[in-house]
């Protein structure tokens, strides 16, 4: 008789374990994923900028995890920009431009650092002709 109402009771706040069982997961599963982005391949960041603006879009990330990924990408994006062969900076360009086009809501600062690096990029190859067909972000 006793175990009935301790039951009850851990029903009636199971609702409130869910909710902070649902935000332990989804903070896990941000933790995840910035080392992730910061791993990813030039291949594969148009799928990395989609989906983190599908995050934010569908409100999966508050404002806070939200930033730390946009972050994290934008960290990354730099350094495969600052690798980038030159076969690679018209993806490069456009994956600047989708970044640009989904922080536009103005969820994120301006993308002007990206836009340097991918800059200084085009600028070290126009002046080092002997590294355009290299780069580590092939």
């Known amino acids: ?14 609702a409130e374990e869910r909710a902070a069982e ?20 030039f291949q594969e960041a148009p799928r990395f900028v989609s989906h983190v603006a599908w995050l934010q ?10 930033a730390v990924l946009l972050q994290a990408l934008r960290r990354r994006l730099a350094e495969l920009f600052s690798k980038a062969p030159l076969r690679a900076l018209g993806a490069a360009g456009d994956l600047l431009a989708s970044l ?16 340097r690096a991918l800059e200084a990029r085009l ?15 092939s």
């Open 123 to 137: 600028s070290y190859l126009l002046y080092h002709p002997e590294d355009r067909s290299g780069g580590g972000a």
């Open 22 to 41: 649902a935000a332990a997961q989804r903070t896990l599963s941000i933790s995840e994923l910035v080392p992730r982005i910061g791993r990813m391949s």
């Open 57 to 66: 879009e569908c409100g999966i990330v508050d404002s806070g995890h939200g």
């Open 100 to 115: 640009e086009a989904s922080t536009a809501t103005g969820r994120g600062p301006s993308e002007g650092g990206l836009r």
């Open 1 to 14: 008789e006793d175990d009935a109402p301790a039951a009850a009771r851990a029903g009636g706040g199971g």
